[in-house]
Each structure stands twice: as structure tokens, then as C-alpha cells.
């Protein structure tokens, strides 16, 4: 099993920035996906940023540019630095750990950006 804690979440202002960690535990595999969703009221819940072990990332159109995902292998942790926030992104961020067929996740970290 795979126990994942998450922090960094809060209020910030349009224009802000903030920085969400997401450190994971118990029986990790070296090579795996770590990242974020996130699911805003009313919405389904999207694919945010992705990184595998081997240091590849993957965006959502909507974060390009602004967000930037990144991950140290020896602590298991992965970050998500979200520059430039929108309203838009206001949102409960998921942190989840993939590795082939299984996957964890998070409590959830809750992000507000006020216009």
C-alpha cells in the first residue's frame, strides 16, 4: 500500500502563486507517475500535471505555462509550483501515485484564488 500526505493548499489572491507538496509512503515502486487532479464544484475532476520517475512531465492545456511539476525520487515527494493563479483554478487538488495497474491518492488540498 501507498499512503500519500499532502500540503501547501489555501487562499490566494488572482495573480498569486502557491506551491502544493505531496509526500508518499509505504510500498513505492522506483519506477511509477506521480501528480495531480484536481475537481472543482459541479466539475469533473482533470488531469492537472504528471511526472514519472524518469523525470517526464505532462500538462493540462490549461496550466501550460503557469504550473510547473516536479518531483526528488529519494524523499518520494512530488510539488506542484502554480504560478500566476486564475479563478478558475480555484479547485480541491488531488495528489495520486501510479504505478501500472494500481493507484493512490490523496486527502485533497483545497486551493481558492480570489479575483
Known amino acids: ?9 489555501g487562499l490566494v489572491q488572482a495573480g498569486g502563486s502557491l506551491r502544493l507538496s505531496c509526500a ?3 510500498s513505492i515502486f522506483s519506477i511509477n507517475h506521480m501528480g495531480w487532479y484536481r475537481q472543482a464544484p459541479g466539475k469533473q475532476r482533470e488531469l492537472v500535471a504528471d511526472v514519472s520517475s524518469g523525470g ?4 493540462a492545456d490549461s496550466v501550460k505555462g503557469r504550473f510547473t511539476i516536479s ?17 478558475e483554478d480555484t479547485a480541491i487538488y488531488y495528489c495520486y501515485y501510479r504505478h501500472l495497474g494500481t493507484a493512490a491518492w490523496g486527502q ?6 480570489s479575483s
Do not use: I
Open 56 to 59: 517526464n512531465t505532462d500538462y
Open 71 to 87: 518531483r526528488d525520487n529519494a524523499e518520494n515527494t512530488v510539488y506542484l509550483q502554480m504560478n500566476s493563479l486564475k479563478p
Open 24 to 26: 508518499a509512503s509505504g
Open 108 to 113: 485533497g488540498t483545497q486551493v481558492t484564488v
Open 1 to 9: 500500500q501507498v499512503q500519500l500526505v499532502e500540503s501547501g493548499g
